[in-house]
């Protein structure tokens, strides 16, 4: 069996968190929104917010909300509905 690409992503938001990370002035690192959402009380491995920018790990209901209050950004935008 073939597999596309688009077939093995594990989530919808990650082109969009590094969008909201980088956008902003200051650039928000990795490091700085794991801090954001540590104090959201969400705590994730150091490797954890690259790994759901390249799509490669699932994001909980909870890490969205969490994460977009973190960049300031709507949920919807997030999923790119917005």
């Known amino acids: 069996m073939i597999r596309d690409e688009r077939s093995m ?4 938001i ?3 968190v590094k969008e909201a990370r980088l956008k902003v002035k200051p650039k928000i690192t990795q490091s700085d929104l794991l801090a954001r959402l540590a104090t959201r009380g969400i705590e ?8 759901i920018e390249a799509k490669t790990r699932p994001v909980t209901d909870i890490e969205l909300v969490a994460l977009a209050d973190a960049l300031g ?3 919807l935008w997030l999923l790119g509905k917005d």
């Open 9 to 12: 992503e594990r989530n919808l």
């Open 73 to 75: 950004v709507r949920i």
């Open 14 to 16: 990650g082109d969009r």
């Open 44 to 51: 994730l491995e150091k490797t954890s917010i690259s790994k």
